[in-house]
């Protein structure tokens, strides 16, 4: 049993900064691609950024390059996202997600093996 737990999320300025943790238990950590994906009110879940297992490769969605930041670290079943320069259109819940495989579907969660909770981000003006 695979079990990802979120946290980090929070009330934040735009302009201001947070970085979400994604905790993973259960198998080995290290063999799964990771990602995050966000969901606004009233609208679809929608690719935020993955990483490789290994760490030498990130993707991320066009909307946040530049300000957001995918790390992982093996060694503590952790993936991170840092999140810089926040919009309000950055207010969504967030879901971390371990990937079967970074193919050619990961981007619409077709790829996805298991996710997280949630954690709500909500950035203010």
């Known amino acids: 049993q695979v079990q990802l737990v979120e946290s980090g999320g929070g009330l934040v300025q735009a302009g201001g900064s947070l970085r979400l943790s994604c905790a993973v238990t259960?198998?080995?950590?290290?063999?799964?691609?990771m990602g995050w994906f966000r969901q606004a009110p009233g609208k679809e879940r929608k690719f935020v950024a993955a990483?490789?297992?290994?760490?030498?490769?990130?993707y991320y969605e066009d909307s946040v390059k530049g300000r957001f930041t995918i790390s992982r670290d093996n060694a503590k079943n952790t993936v991170y996202l840092q999140m810089n320069s926040l919009e309000l259109e950055d207010t969504a819940a967030y879901y971390c997600a371990a990937f079967f495989t970074l193919g050619g579907s990961y981007r619409d969660g077709a790829d996805v093996a298991y996710w997280g909770q949630g954690t709500q981000v909500a950035v203010s003006s």
């Open positions: 259960g198998r080995t950590f290290s063999t799964y691609p």
């Open positions: 990483i490789n297992w290994s760490g030498s490769m990130t």
